[in-house]
Structures are given as C-alpha cells and as structure tokens.
C-alpha cells in the first residue's frame, strides 16, 4: 500500500484526522493559486527575456514550481483520508500479519515487546501507512548503496507506550536540516511527492495520541532511525 494511494473514500472519520484532511485540503487549495499565478509569470517573462542566461535561470524556475505541483497533488490526495477508524489494535498482530509486506523492502523485523497483550487505538490501514511512508523514506536514504540495510523494530520503551523505528543505514540528516523534516513540503528530493510523506507520519502520530523524532541510529552507527511513539491501552480495556 503506497503512501499516496489509500483506498478507502468515504464519509468523515474521527475528528482528529478529519482536521488533517482538512488542513490538506487548504494547502493543496493555497499552493494551486499561487502556483497559477507564478507559472503565469514565468511563462510571459519566457517570451520577454531570450539571452541563454535568462532562460536557463527560468528553466530552472519551472522546475521547481513541478515540485511544488506534485507536493499539491499530494496534499489534494491526503484531503481524501476522511475514513479513519481507530480500532483496538494488537501490536503484534498486526505485524505479524503484515510481515510479508514489509518484508519486501525490509532486511528485518524485531519484535520486543514484552507483553503480547500489548495494543494501541487507531486504524490499522493508516498505520500501516504511516510505516510505509517511513520505509519509503529509508528506501530513498539507501538508494545509491550496494549494501542497503533497513530494519523495523517494535519496542515498549516505557510504561503505556509502543515505540516503533524504521532505522536504516543510508546517509543520515543533515545538521541543517533536522529541524524542518517533518514540515509540510520540505525535500531534499527533485520531483516525486515530495514534502508530504514525514509530514504525514508527524500528523497521524499526532492524531492517535503519540509523536514521532529522528535521529541517528544506536551506538553512532551510520545512517537515520525514524521513529513513531504512541500510547497503548491498559490490558483491560474493551
């Protein structure tokens, strides 16, 4: 399941992510005007200006005003996710019964957690789309290594919580930029859905009770470990 390819459309879910489609829904509605008006502008001064220079430098204008289109179209795509329902959900079952799926593009999937009873409240589709979104960012860190290493882990760091990593061993955050990645439109990428993926991830964590951080991976070994913390449910709740 992509991250910007959920199927299920339908009436509004919880309010929580009924307000994140909604926050899509403006963004994707406020980057469509200006992106008019400024590709507008580009165009006439194309037909105005013809030394190499110039041209080359609106060239490159465009190209990332493309950007810019694609990250609208992802944010218009989001506005759509009003069918959350958040559900009693068992950690390890739900891995379990995707492990194949992520085993696609995952080497491995550790599975800590002390209690099996171990369960937190939300929707297994978007979570398991905000997982996806993570791997898709690893798999993008690691593209350009021979020997590409991205793990899962599963952990109950503290008392109610459930943490899950998406660790990889690409080529880390810059120090510049480990304060932006999580906001609605920041890449390092050209082109793609660029910007909306971590975004997203920080948004649903948000929604369902939790958080989500970065950071390097345990004892200084290369590379970035992306991961999401969330509340769980006492045992005996229904």
Known sequence: MDLLEHPKIGSAGEQAVS???????????????TISVARGNLL???T????PESQTLLQEAMNALSQQESLARSFSDIS?????RSQRLGVRDFFEQRRDRFAQFV??????IADDTCAVNTDPEYLELAINALIKNA????????????????????????????????????AQNAGSIFDAGFSTKN??????????????????????SAGVNAAGAAGTAMRVTLPTLEQNAA
């Open 191 to 212: 082109g793609g859905h660029a910007g909306a993926g971590l975004w997203f991830v920080r948004a649903f964590a948000a929604a369902a009770g939790g958080a989500v």
């Open 80 to 84: 759509y996710w009003e069918s959350y």
């Open 48 to 51: 105005r200006l013809h030394d």
């Open 44 to 46: 006439l001064l194309k």
């Open 139 to 174: 798999r993008e860190a690691t593209a350009n290594l021979k020997q590409a290493l991205i793990t899962v882990s599963v952990t109950t760091p503290a008392a109610n919580t459930v943490a899950i990593a998406v660790s990889d061993n690409g080529r880390g955050i810059a």
């Open 107 to 112: 080497a491995e999937i550790v599975l800590d």
């Open 19 to 33: 307000g994140i489609a909604n926050m899509a829904r403006s963004l994707s509605h406020s980057l469509n005007g």
